[in-house]
C-alpha cells in the first residue's frame, strides 16, 4: 500500500555534473518496495514548481529502513532537490506502480540502461542474481563521466557492456546495438530503462527477435496516484488494431514491449 | 464528535461537511483510499463522463506553469455504463455524496446521461459540465453563451429528480450573465470556477507543449480570479454555491465561504498533497472555533465589502 509521509533525508551525493543519488529514512517504503516502483517526491515545501517529481527506486534496505533515488539535474523541481540537506524531512508518496514482472523470468536475461534509466536496473540485476538467473547489463550513457553506477555494477556476478555515444568508454554509439549482437545468443528476456527513443529501439529489436521484454517508461506526471490522467501512454487493445490510453504510474511504469506503442 | 457545524445544505444535497473534491483531479475516489479517510469527505465529484467511452487526448497532457498547471486530458473516461455497472457500486457505500460530472457533445447527450444516473442507485447530484476547454464540441461552447447554457441545464433538470450543479467556466466576460441564466432554468446550484484557458510555448522547439495546443489553468494561480467570481455570482443569484478555484489549505477555503460558497471543492492540490482535504476540514473547524462560531453557515457570504 503506498503512504505519503515525511521522510528524514540522510544523503544528497553528488555523483557527476548533474547527476546525484539521494537516500531518505522512508521504513514503510523500502518495507514494501518492490523494482521498478517509483516515489513521488515534493522537491520543496512550495507552489513553485507545483507538482510532485517521479524518481524510479533505486535502492531500498529493509532492515534500514533506507530508499535511494538518482536523479538529474534539468529544471526547476531537481535544482530544489539539489539544495536539500541531510537532516531535512522531505514529502514522499510511495511506493507508487507495478515494477517489474519477475514471474515466469527466462535464465538468460539482458538489462539495458540509458543515462539515468540505470536507477531501477541496478537492484532489478541484483534481484535477478538471487533468482540464480545469468545476468547481462548493458551500461549506455552520452558519455563516460555520465555512466553511472560502474563501481557498484563491477561488484556483481553479471556481465558488464557499455557503451558511449562519444566513445570515450566502451562502445562507441548507442547502447542498442550491443542489445542485437547479444540476442543472437540464446538471451530469453529483455529489461529496459531509459530515454523513450532507447526504448523505442529496444522494442524493435526484441520484437523482430522473438524475445520477450519489459520497458519502464517515463512521462510528465500529475497526480501519481492514478487520478489526473496525465501520463498516459499508448497501449494496443486485446480486440482489433486499436490502442487506449494507459497510466504510467498505475498500469506502469513497466510495460510489455509488445503491448506499448511509441508515437513517431 | 466536532464541536462545530460543519453541516450544509445545498438545496437539497446536504452534506456532513463542505468539503468536496473538484472533477479531475480525485478519480473516482478509491484512487485517494490508501492516504484519505474517504467517509470524512461531505463530497467527491468523480471524473468527467461521457455517453461513449472516451479516449481522450494525445500527451503531453500537462504543464506546469508559475503557482499552476496546464491540463488537456480531454475527458478521457470509461462511459456512463461502465460507470453505473462498475465504479459506482464500488463507491457507494462510502458516507461522501456521489457527484457525477457529465459533459456531452449536445443537449441531447446531456439528457441520456441525466436519466441514466437518475436510475442508478449511489449518485446524490449531477455536476452539468458546460465549461471543459479541453474538447472539440459542446465543453465550453455551452458555457459561454447564457441561452445555449440555460438550454443545457433546463434539459437536465427535465430529465433527473437528482440535484443538479452547473459548473460554470470563467472564461466569459460576464459570469454573473451565465449563473442567472442557469439559476432560471432550474439548476440547484452553482459551482465555479472551472480552469481558464491558457498555453505555454516551449521556446526551443518553438511549439505549444500541450499536444492540444492550449488547456486549462488551475492551481494557486487562478485563486484569487474564482474568489473574485464567487463573490460576484454569491451577488447575482439565490442558489448555493460550491467554490473551487487553487484551494491549497484551509485559509484558502474560508476566503470562499466568506466570498459567498456555501461549500468548497478541492482540485489540484489533491495533485500535491493527498492529504489536503483532511486538513482542510480540520483547519475549518479550527477556524470556527477560533472565532467562536458554532457553524460553518455564520461565515457564508458574510465578507463586507469596503
Known amino acids: 500500500m503506498a503512504s505519503q509521509s515525511l521522510a528524514k533525508i540522510i544523503a544528497n551525493q553528488q555523483l557527476n555534473s548533474k547527476d546525484y543519488r539521494l537516500l531518505i529514512s522512508a521504513p514503510q517504503i523500502a518495507k514494501e518496495a518492490q523494482v521498478g516502483q517509483f516515489l513521488h517526491l515534493q522537491c520543496k515545501e512550495g507552489i513553485d514548481p507545483l507538482l510532485r517529481r517521479p524518481f524510479s527506486i533505486h535502492d531500498y534496505d529493509r532492515q534500514q529502513g533506507e530508499v535511494a533515488i538518482l536523479y538529474r539535474v534539468l529544471g526547476k523541481g531537481t535544482k530544489q532537490l539539489l539544495e536539500r540537506r541531510p537532516g531535512q524531512e522531505i514529502d514522499v508518496l510511495g511506493p507508487l506502480g507495478n515494477g517489474f514482472d519477475l514471474t515466469n523470468t527466462a535464465d538468460k536475461v539482458v538489462l539495458v540502461a540509458g543515462g539515468i534509466g540505470v536507477a531501477p536496473l541496478v537492484p532489478l540485476a541484483k534481484e535477478l542474481i538471487e533468482l540464480d538467473k545469468e545476468v547481462a547489463f548493458l551500461l549506455g550513457a552520452a558519455n563516460e563521466l555520465e555512466l553511472l553506477c560502474m563501481g557498484e555494477l563491477e561488484q556483481l556476478p553479471l556481465q558488464l557492456k557499455v557503451a558511449t555515444i562519444d566513445g570515450s568508454l566502451g562502445h562507441q554509439g548507442y547502447v542498442t546495438e550491443l542489445l542485437e549482437e547479444l540476442l543472437a545468443d540464446s538471451y530469453g528476456q529483455v529489461f529496459a530503462c531509459g530515454p523513450e527513443a532507447m526504448l523505442a529501439a529496444v522494442q524493435e529489436i526484441t520484437l523482430k527477435a522473438g524475445v520477450e521484454a519489459q520497458l519502464s517508461l517515463e512521462k510528465r506526471m500529475g497526480c501519481g496516484t492514478g487520478a489526473c490522467l496525465s501520463c498516459v501512454c499508448k497501449v494496443k487493445v486485446q480486440q482489433g488494431s486499436g490502442f487506449e490510453y494507459q497510466r504510467v504510474c498505475s498500469e506502469g511504469p513497466v510495460f510489455r514491449a509488445d503491448e506499448v506503442i511509441f508515437d513517431e | 464528535m466536532s464541536k462545530v457545524d460543519l453541516s450544509v445544505d445545498l438545496n437539497g444535497l446536504n452534506l456532513h461537511n463542505p468539503v468536496l473534491t473538484a472533477s479531475g483531479t480525485f478519480g473516482f475516489a478509491e484512487e485517494y483510499a490508501d492516504y484519505v479517510d474517504l467517509d470524512r469527505l461531505g463530497g467527491v465529484m468523480v471524473k468527467g463522463t461521457t455517453l461513449e467511452p472516451k479516449l481522450g487526448n494525445a500527451t503531453p497532457r500537462i504543464a506546469e506553469t508559475p503557482a499552476g498547471m496546464l491540463n488537456a486530458i480531454g475527458l478521457q473516461n470509461p462511459g456512463v455504463d461502465y460507470l453505473i455497472a462498475e465504479i459506482l457500486p464500488k463507491i457507494k457505500d462510502y458516507s461522501f455524496k456521489t457527484i457525477v460530472n457529465i459533459s456531452g457533445n449536445e443537449v441531447a447527450d446531456y439528457k441520456k446521461l441525466a436519466a441514466k444516473l437518475s436510475s442508478a442507485s449511489g449518485v446524490a447530484a449531477l455536476e452539468v459540465n458546460i465549461s471543459c476547454p479541453n474538447v472539440k464540441k459542446g465543453g465550453l461552447a455551452f458555457g459561454t453563451e447564457p441561452e445555449m447554457a440555460a438550454g443545457v441545464v433546463e434539459a437536465v433538470v427535465e430529465s433527473t429528480d437528482l440535484p443538479v450543479i452547473t459548473k460554470l467556466s470563467p472564461n466569459v466576460s460576464d459570469i454573473t450573465e451565465i449563473a442567472r441564466a442557469v439559476e432560471e432554468a432550474g439548476s440547484d446550484i452553482i459551482s465555479l470556477i472551472n480552469t481558464l484557458v491558457g498555453m505555454k510555448i516551449d521556446i526551443e522547439t518553438q511549439k505549444p507543449i500541450l499536444a492540444n495546443n492550449v488547456g486549462g489553468l488551475s492551481g494557486?494561480?487562478?485563486?484569487?480570479?474564482?474568489?473574485?467570481?464567487?463573490?460576484?455570482?454569491?451577488?447575482?443569484?439565490?442558489?448555493?454555491?460550491?467554490?473551487?478555484?487553487?484551494?491549497?489549505?484551509?485559509?484558502?477555503?474560508?476566503?470562499?465561504?466568506?466570498?459567498?460558497?456555501?461549500?468548497?471543492?478541492?482540485?489540484?492540490?489533491?495533485?500535491?498533497?493527498?492529504?489536503?482535504?483532511?486538513?482542510?476540514?480540520?483547519?475549518?473547524?479550527?477556524?470556527?472555533?477560533?472565532?467562536?462560531?458554532s457553524s460553518v453557515q455564520d461565515i457564508i457570504g458574510v465578507v463586507e465589502a469596503n
Open chain 2, 220 to 293: 494557486p494561480a487562478i485563486r484569487p480570479v474564482a474568489v473574485r467570481m464567487v463573490y460576484q455570482v454569491a451577488q447575482a443569484v439565490d442558489i448555493p454555491l460550491i467554490g473551487m478555484g487553487g484551494i491549497m489549505e484551509s485559509r484558502d477555503a474560508i476566503e470562499f465561504f466568506l466570498a459567498g460558497a456555501s461549500a468548497v471543492a478541492i482540485g489540484t492540490a489533491n495533485f500535491v498533497n493527498p492529504r489536503v482535504s483532511m486538513e482542510v476540514i480540520q483547519g475549518i473547524e479550527d477556524y470556527l472555533i477560533k472565532k467562536n462560531h
